[in-house]
């Protein structure tokens, strides 16, 4: 809008704001609205910022997560053993882990190939070694069981091969001849058993002695010595053999009968003397006899 004034025939123009032609005059952005609302926001965030401000931060070592089982070796019994009840034997062992846990080993021992176990030592130190006095139970599938673990929970569990847990036997008998003057009969005689096996030496009493044959001269195995009969005497008579074989081979065999076992397998024996059974048929027989824990 413009206003004219006239003075001295001169025309002066005076800018003047009006509304007639729906004009506004533009809003400042710091209105009192926004404003607010921005200093609303800006205290928010510097509150916040204080609240969950974090301290200065530092770098840990590296950890290492070990997943390997320690190693782990059982060096004896390692099978095949003869113990005898009454000693005492050493179980010897080797086990290794960056982690080990030193007194992480535990031994067990089993008289029925595995079926059950009983304790030996627990939490002990792994010094390779165990002192174990032979339980007075007799087995012929005796193992040990060995277990070691390391400070993350890794753990190797063995077991030895079978082992034998006996009495002491009778000594082998000494003074065996054979006598074939008649040319007809094999007279054979040995020496009474009276003592345990060396080293151990002390008093026995035999329940009997097992006469074998063999045709040939294989001393030592016990797969070519047959069965021939048990007696308890010192003497066997095996009638007409010098008429009929050339060479004749004898082995006696004292034995001890503690739980009856033996005396089973020898009844059979007798009663089919032509299963022409062997000396480690015999001894294979007892071990699978005495299995169980009994």
């Known amino acids: 809008m413009f206003s004219k004034n006239v003075s001295n025939n001169e025309l002066e123009f005076t800018p003047t704001f009006g509304t007639q032609l729906n004009e506004k005059p533009p809003k400042p952005w710091h209105n009192g609205g926004n404003m607010r609302k921005a200093l609303l926001a800006l205290v928010l965030c510097m509150l916040l910022s204080s609240a969950f401000a974090l301290s200065s931060y530092g ?11 320690p190693s782990l070796s059982i060096l004896s019994p390692n099978g095949g053993e003869a113990w005898y009840i009454g000693d005492t034997n050493e179980i010897l062992w080797e086990a290794s882990d960056p982690n080990l846990v030193n007194n992480s080993v535990n031994l067990w021992y089993s008289l029925n190939s595995g079926t059950n176990y009983i304790p030996i030592a627990e939490e002990t130190i792994n010094d390779g070694s165990q002192p174990w006095l032979m339980p007075s139970t007799q087995s012929y599938n005796a193992r040990v069981k ?3 673990s390391d400070s993350f929970g890794n753990t190797t ?10 009495y002491v036997p009778p000594a082998e008998p000494t003074g065996v001849v054979v006598d074939i003057s008649n040319n007809v009969d094999a007279v054979i005689n040995w020496q009474a058993v009276t003592k345990t ?14 006469v074998l044959y063999n045709e040939s001269p294989y001393e030592h195995d016990e797969h070519f010595f047959y069965f021939l009969t048990e007696t308890n005497s010192l003497s066997y008579t095996h009638q007409r053999v010098a008429r009929f074989r050339d060479q004749m081979f004898y082995r006696i065999v004292a034995y001890k009968d503690y739980d009856g076992k033996m005396a089973d397998i020898l009844a059979e024996a007798k009663a089919d003397p032509e299963r022409s059974l062997s000396l480690a048929e015999i001894k294979s027989r007892l071990h699978d006899a005495e299995g169980a824990v009994k």
């Open 59 to 69: 770098t840990s070592a590296p950890v290492a997560n070990d997943t390997v089982n």
């Open 146 to 148: 060995i277990q070691v």
């Open 157 to 166: 569990e063995k077991s030895s091969a079978g082992f034998s847990i006996t």
């Open 197 to 210: 096996i060396p080293p151990y030496n002390s008093d026995i009493t035999p329940d009997g002695y097992i």
